[in-house]
């Protein structure tokens, strides 16, 4: 650009948000350090578009977002401080041949993809790789909505999973 920087740009044709700091053409590791940024962005895109492969597989589970100050549409608006109420709930009934039927189970992680390009895994936070929830029951995690510095306006994706293997997302 005009500044001597690197953009980088999404398939529109605009300058892909929130990429910092600039990488500056002059400096001698722009070129190593753009293309780690490409690899991560690429890497975060890939997680973005994960899915369930089994569409029918989404009723084992409800995901609730509460607490929203505002609304538009169907994206719920929260402001710095708000406090974000988020509901996972294993609606599978237990099985009343085997309480403990493992099929039922379904092992939880909540990644949380940042207007910033960063992933961060918020549910179960520290080392572990997941949460069991068992059938018919809820976890239930509170959080404070904020901006982070520089921004005046943000949106991060909450991406749940729920799977009945162990699994890791790190």
């Not at 605009?14 to 600039?22: E, M, Y």
């Not at 406090?83 to 990644?111: E, G, M, S, Y």
């Not at 949106?155 to 009945?164: H, M, S």
């Amino acid at each position: 650009n005009d500044a001597g920087e690197y953009e980088l740009w999404d398939p529109a044709g605009k300058v892909i948000p929130n990429l910092r700091p600039a990488l500056r053409t002059q400096d001698a590791n722009a070129l190593k350090r753009l293309v780690g940024r490409l690899i991560h962005l690429a890497k975060y895109r890939n997680v973005q578009e994960l899915d369930v492969a089994n569409p029918s597989a989404r009723q084992l589970l409800r995901v609730e977002l509460l607490g929203a100050s505002d609304t538009a549409g169907e994206t719920p608006i929260f402001h710095p401080g708000d406090q974000v109420k988020f509901k996972i709930t294993n609606t599978q009934a237990p099985n009343p041949a085997d309480p403990n039927d493992p099929k039922r189970v379904l092992n939880i992680c909540v990644l949380d993809l940042q207007s910033d390009w960063g992933i961060t895994q918020i549910y179960p936070a520290g080392a572990g790789a997941f949460e069991i929830v068992d059938p018919g029951k809820s976890i239930d995690l509170e959080f404070e909505a904020y901006l982070p510095d520089g921004y005046t306006e943000s949106t991060d994706v909450l991406k749940v999973f729920a799977t009945q293997a162990t699994t890791n997302f790190r």
